[in-house]
C-alpha cells in the first residue's frame, strides 16, 4: 500500500515585490480546516506576519522544503471570488506585477491589514417572545422601547439607525428579549426626471437598455451640457428596476457634493460613495455593502473600480478621457480599461462618457468596438458659447492680462455675469529673476543634469517651492549670485492673477480656485455658496474645468495656455485640446449666453485653428492621422521601464541591461532609450526610461513575459528603483 498522499498546501499571494505565490500548509492544531481560494490568511513571512490570499491550493511540491504553517485562517469564506478575482488575476498578468501586490491595491485598507468584513447591512429590532413574555415586568426606557416593539405588525421592524433608542435596545438585546433583523431594502422608487429627454438622448438610453444583461461598450459623445447625466440616470434606473447593482466612475474632482445630491435626488435608493475623503472605516463599509448587495449604486473615483459587484447591471465611466483614472504608481493600471475587462466578464453594458474622448476612445469607436453614441446639442435652452481668440502679440500684459481682456471682464460684470479667468498655473509666478545678473531661482533636488528646475514663487512672492519635490525656502532679501536688490518674479500664476485683478475689480468678489485653495473637499463648494447669483471672478486652474454648474457664469477667459502648445510629450496637444474644451464648455451653461476669449502670443498654431473651425471631432481627426504617421498610440502599444537611482550612471546601466535582454527575442518589439526622463532629476534621484514599442500588444507581453524574471535577477536591478508601466500616459 503507498504511503497516504500528504495534505494540500495553501499557496499564498502576498503583497510583496515578489512574482510568486507562497507555499504554506494549514495552521497548526487545526487538521481539517478547510480553506476556499480567496480567502484572507495571516501567515508568517520572514521575521514578520503577512495577510495574503489563497490563490491555489493544491498538493505540494515533493522537491520543496516542507512549508511552514499559516498563522491564522482569517475567512471562512472567499472574500475574493468570481468575476472579480479571475479579473484581478488578469491585471496582474496584464501589468506584469505580483498577483499579491495587485490583491492588495484591490482591497479598502482595513480589509487588507486582516480586519474583518464590517457589517454593512441596516439593522432593525425585533421583540421576542420572551421579550413578550417579560413586557410587563419591564421599567423605564426598555419598557417604553418594549411596547413601540410590540405594536408593530409581524412585517415591521424598527429602524436601529435611531440614537435615542440605543441604551434601552442594548439592555432588551443583552437579556435576549429583543433581537436584531436586518432591514429589507427599500424597494426601488423612481423620482420623475425634471425634464423629459431630447430624441437623442433617449435614443442613447435606448441603446443602453437594449444591452441589458449582455456586454457592450458604448461612447456616449456629448458636448458640454448637452445632457449626459440625464442619459446615465435614464440607464441607471433601468438597472435598478431589473434589480441589478450599478457603478458609476467619476474623476476625482468631478465627484462634487453637487454631483452626489444629484443622483441621490433622482434614483430612489441610498447612494454610496467612494472618494479619497472617506476614512478607512466608510472605504471598508462601502465595499461590505457592494459584496453584500446592499449598495445599489456607487458612485466613485479610481479605485472604485475594484468593488465587488455581485450584481452587476451597469457600468458608466463619466469624462473617460480623464487623467486621474490612470495610477501613476504602485500598480499601474488605468480605471476605464480595467472597468472596461470587467464589464465583459460580467456581461454588462459599460457607457463611457465625455465631450472630449480619448483618442484610444474615439479609435475604438471607429474600430466598432464601442457603439458610438452621440449628443451634438446642449440640453435645453442652453446655446454653445461664442469663442474669440485674442491676439496679445506686442501687447502689453499686466498680469499676465491683456487690455482688451481687462475689458471684456468689466463688461460681463457690468452685465450682471460671473467670470472664470482659467490659469493652469498655480502660485504667485513661475520664476523669480534677478534683473541685474540673469540669476534665478532653482530647486537643487530637481532639473536636468546642468539645471535646476525652476522654483514657484508663492505667498505673494515671500516664498518658494518647487511643484516638483515640494522643497520650500524664504525669498532670499537679495540676489545669491551677485547681491544685487533687483530680484523680480516672471510671469503670472493664478495667486499673482488673483493679486491683480482684485485691484482692479475692488466692487466685485475675488476668489481663487486651486489646490493651494481648497484644500478640503467642500472648500470649494462653501466659496461658490459664498458668491451665489452676484457678479464676480473666479480666478483657478483646472480644478474648475470640471465638475461645477457654474450657471451664472458668462465669460471664460482662458490665459497662459502657449506653453502648452510646444510641449515634447505627444499626448500634450490633445489634453491641451480637452482642457479647452472643457474649460471653454463652463460657460453659459443656462440661459444667458456664454462667451470664451482664448488670449495667445500664437493665434495662428494649427492646434487652435483646427479646433476653433471644427470643434474637438477636427481636432481628433488630425490628432489621430499624425499619431498614426508616427506610429504613436492609439497605433501602438507601449510599455515604460523607468529607473532611478542617487547615483547618476546606474538607472542607465539598469536599463541598457534590461534592453539586452527584451532585444533578443521579440524583434517585433522595438526599444528607444534608454534616455534621460522628461524630468531627469528628481528630489535628487536621477532618472532614466526605456520605452518598449510594438503594433501588436501579444507579442510586447510576450516580449515581457520572457525578459522579466532574468530582468529582475539582474544585478543592476538591485541597485536602482525600478517599475513597468504598461500603456503609460506620461512619457
Ligand atoms: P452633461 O453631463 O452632458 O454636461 P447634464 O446632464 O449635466 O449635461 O445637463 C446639462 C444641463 O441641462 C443640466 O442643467 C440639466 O438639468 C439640463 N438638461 C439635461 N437634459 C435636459 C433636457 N432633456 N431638457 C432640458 N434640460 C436638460
Ligand atoms: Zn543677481
Ligand atoms: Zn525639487
Redesign the pocket.
Known amino acids: 500500500m503507498s504511503a497516504p498522499a500528504p495534505p494540500d498546501v495553501w499557496r499564498i499571494a502576498l503583497p510583496v515585490p515578489l512574482p510568486t505565490l507562497f507555499d504554506y500548509r494549514p495552521p497548526d492544531g487545526t487538521p481539517a480546516l478547510p480553506a476556499h481560494v480567496g480567502c484572507r490568511v495571516r501567515v508568517p513571512f520572514g521575521t514578520r506576519e503577512r495577510v495574503g490570499v489563497v490563490a491555489e491550493i493544491g498538493p505540494p511540491d515533493p522537491d520543496a522544503p516542507e512549508p511552514r504553517p499559516a498563522l491564522e485562517r482569517l475567512d471562512a469564506r472567499p472574500l475574493l471570488d468570481g468575476e472579480l478575482l479571475a479579473s484581478l488575476r488578469w491585471l496582474a498578468r496584464y501589468t506584469h506585477a505580483p498577483l499579491g501586490e495587485v490583491l492588495a491595491t484591490a482591497l479598502p485598507t482595513l480589509l487588507r491589514q486582516g480586519e474583518p468584513v464590517p457589517d454593512a447591512r441596516d439593522w432593525g429590532w425585533r421583540l421576542t417572545e420572551a421579550g413578550r413574555t417579560a413586557l410587563p415586568r419591564l421599567r423605564g426606557g426598555p419598557r417604553r422601547l418594549a411596547e413601540a416593539l410590540a405594536a408593530l405588525t409581524a412585517e415591521e421592524v424598527l429602524d436601529a439607525d435611531h440614537p435615542g433608542w440605543r441604551p434601552a435596545a442594548r439592555s432588551l438585546l443583552r437579556r435576549g428579549l429583543a433581537e436584531r433583523v436586518p432591514l429589507a431594502a427599500g424597494a426601488f422608487v423612481q423620482r420623475p426626471a425634471?425634464?423629459?429627454?431630447?430624441a437623442d438622448?433617449q435614443a442613447a438610453a435606448d441603446a443602453v437598455r437594449a444591452a441589458q444583461g449582455r456586454f457592450a461598450a458604448f461612447l456616449l459623445e456629448?458636448v458640454?451640457?448637452?445632457?449626459?447625466?440625464?442619459v446615465y440616470l435614464a440607464a441607471i434606473a433601468d438597472c435598478l428596476t431589473r434589480g441589478r447593482q450599478a457603478l458609476v466612475l467619476v474623476p476625482e474632482i468631478g465627484l462634487t457634493p453637487q454631483m452626489l445630491a444629484r443622483f441621490r435626488a433622482r434614483l430612489g435608493v441610498p447612494v454610496h460613495a467612494l472618494h479619497s475623503g472617506l476614512s478607512d472605516g466608510e472605504r471598508a463599509r462601502t465595499w461590505a455593502a457592494c459584496a453584500g448587495g446592499e449598495a445599489r449604486v456607487v458612485v466613485g473615483t479610481r479605485s472604485a473600480v475594484f468593488l465587488p459587484l455581485p450584481e452587476a447591471g451597469l457600468i458608466v465611466i463619466d469624462e473617460e478621457h480623464d487623467g486621474s483614472y490612470k495610477q501613476l504608481d504602485g500598480i499601474r493600471y488605468h480605471a476605464r480599461d480595467f472597468a472596461l475587462v470587467r464589464a465583459k466578464a460580467l456581461a454588462v453594458p459599460v457607457v463611457l462618457g465625455s465631450a472630449t474622448p480619448a483618442l484610444e476612445t474615439l479609435r475604438n469607436a471607429a474600430l466598432g468596438r464601442y457603439v458610438h453614441l452621440r449628443?451634438p446639442v446642449r440640453?435645453?435652452a442652453?446655446r454653445p458659447p461664442r469663442v474669440r481668440v485674442l491676439d496679445v502679440r506686442k501687447r502689453p500684459l499686466e498680469a499676465g492680462l491683456s487690455p482688451e481682456l481687462l475689458a471684456a471682464i468689466r463688461q460681463a460684470l457690468d452685465a450682471g455675469g460671473q467670470v472664470l479667468v482659467f490659469r493652469n498655473r498655480r502660485g504667485y509666478a513661475p520664476v523669480l529673476l534677478c534683473h541685474d545678473c540673469g540669476w534665478s531661482a532653482q530647486c537643487r533636488r530637481c532639473g536636468d543634469a546642468e539645471h535646476g528646475h525652476a522654483m514657484t514663487v508663492h505667498a505673494g512672492g515671500r516664498r518658494l517651492q518647487c511643484h516638483h519635490c515640494g522643497s520650500a525656502q524664504r525669498v532670499p532679501d537679495a540676489c545669491p549670485a551677485c547681491g544685487g536688490l533687483a530680484l523680480q518674479p516672471q510671469g503670472a500664476g493664478t495667486e499673482r492673477i488673483e493679486e491683480t485683478l482684485a485691484a482692479r475689480f475692488a466692487d466685485v468678489p475675488v476668489l481663487r480656485i486651486d489646490r493651494s485653495t481648497t484644500q478640503r473637499r467642500d472648500a470649494l463648494e462653501r466659496h461658490l455658496a459664498a458668491l451665489g447669483e452676484r457678479p464676480g471672478i473666479l480666478v483657478g486652474t483646472q480644478m474648475l474645468a470640471k465638475g461645477h454648474?457654474l450657471p451664472h457664469l458668462t465669460l471664460v477667459a482662458v490665459v497662459g495656455i502657449d506653453e502648452g502648445l510646444f510641449s515634447a510629450d505627444f499626448r500634450a496637444p490633445e489634453k491641451l485640446a480637452q482642457l479647452l474644451i472643457q474649460v471653454a464648455g463652463r460657460a453659459g451653461?443656462s440661459h444667458r449666453a456664454g462667451e470664451v476669449v482664448l488670449q495667445t502670443h500664437h493665434p495662428d498654431h494649427p492646434l487652435l485653428a483646427t479646433l476653433l473651425a471644427g470643434g474637438y471631432p477636427a481636432f481628433a481627426a488630425a490628432e489621430l492621422a499624425q499619431r498614426e504617421a508616427a506610429g504613436f498610440p492609439p497605433f501602438a502599444h507601449l510599455a515604460l521601464l523607468r529607473a532611478e537611482a542617487k547615483q547618476a550612471d546606474l538607472p542607465e546601466a539598469f536599463l541598457r541591461a534590461a534592453r539586452a535582454l527584451l532585444a533578443a527575442p521579440a524583434p517585433a518589439v522595438t526599444a528607444h532609450g534608454p534616455l534621460p526622463a522628461p524630468m531627469p532629476r528628481r528630489a535628487g534621484f536621477r532618472r532614466a526610461q526605456l520605452l518598449l514599442a510594438c503594433a501588436e500588444r501579444p507579442p510586447l507581453h510576450a516580449a515581457l513575459d520572457a525578459a522579466l524574471p532574468a530582468i529582475r535577477a539582474l544585478p543592476e536591478a538591485r541597485r536602482v528603483r525600478w517599475s513597468l508601466d504598461v500603456d503609460p500616459v506620461d512619457l
Not at 458640454?224 to 440625464?230: A, P, Q, R, W
Open positions: 425634471p425634464h423629459a429627454l431630447n438622448q456629448g458640454t451640457g448637452s445632457g449626459k447625466t440625464e449628443l440640453a435645453g442652453a454648474d451653461r
